[in-house]
């Protein structure tokens, strides 16, 4: 599976973006699927995470609310729609994929297979 995130930008405090994540080869479906922030000297760090049925979706608190993962299967493809952008959401989103019924916590970067390679969100305020 190779993933290519796209759609981060520079944007003022407020703004909306949407991020996706398409795989170029391979299917997602049997994966679940999710987003990762890196902040200048920070670690990377769970955003949020959709199963692979797509029946569940989980969030990093700073974030509820404001922004939404989903999924279309049939396009290989994994969103993050975020809006009210904060200038605390400046980071490197990186997409992952995990296999299905695989060990391991959604929340852990540790535990993804497979990566995408970053897209750069900037909020100014």
């Known amino acids: 599976v190779q993933l290519q995130a796209s759609g981060g930008g520079l944007v003022q405090a407020g703004d909306s973006l949407r991020l996706s994540c398409a795989a170029s080869e391979g299917t997602l479906s049997t994966y679940s699927l999710a987003w990762f922030r890196q902040a200048p000297g920070k670690d990377r760090a769970f955003v949020s995470a959709?199963?692979?049925?797509?029946?569940?979706?989980h969030y990093v608190g700073s974030v509820k609310g404001r922004f939404t993962i989903s999924r279309d299967n049939a396009k290989n493809t994994v969103y993050l729609q975020m809006n009210s952008l904060k200038p605390e959401d400046t980071a490197v989103y990186f997409c992952a994929a995990k296999r299905r019924y695989s060990a391991g916590s959604i929340y852990s970067s540790n535990d993804y297979h497979y990566w995408g390679q970053g897209t750069l969100v900037t909020v100014s305020s």
């Open positions: 959709i199963s692979w049925s797509g029946d569940y979706t």
